[in-house]
């Protein structure tokens, strides 16, 4: 059968558009949550820096201690 006719289908063609099709459902990257968690911790972390900081080193950033214990008491998440 000719290529030329409507139901002749090249095996290129659909080898292409099965390739394109892609499940819909991902396999979750194990690293993400590490990643995630240690950015939380991380977070965590310098914030309670903040609040150790004197009142000669937050001012020399910007800050007051009541804007400094607001930050800190954010949610490590956030």
Known sequence: MPCGSTTC???ASINSRQ???RPA???P???SLVVRLDRMHERWRQRQQLLELDEHLLDDI???R???VEMAS???WK
């Open 29 to 31: 990257n194990p690293f």
């Open 62 to 64: 910007g800050l007051t």
């Open 9 to 11: 289908k090249s095996s």
């Open 74 to 76: 954010r949610p490590f």
């Open 25 to 27: 459902w991902r396999v």
């Open 66 to 68: 009541d804007q400094a």
């Open 19 to 21: 390739r394109a099709v």
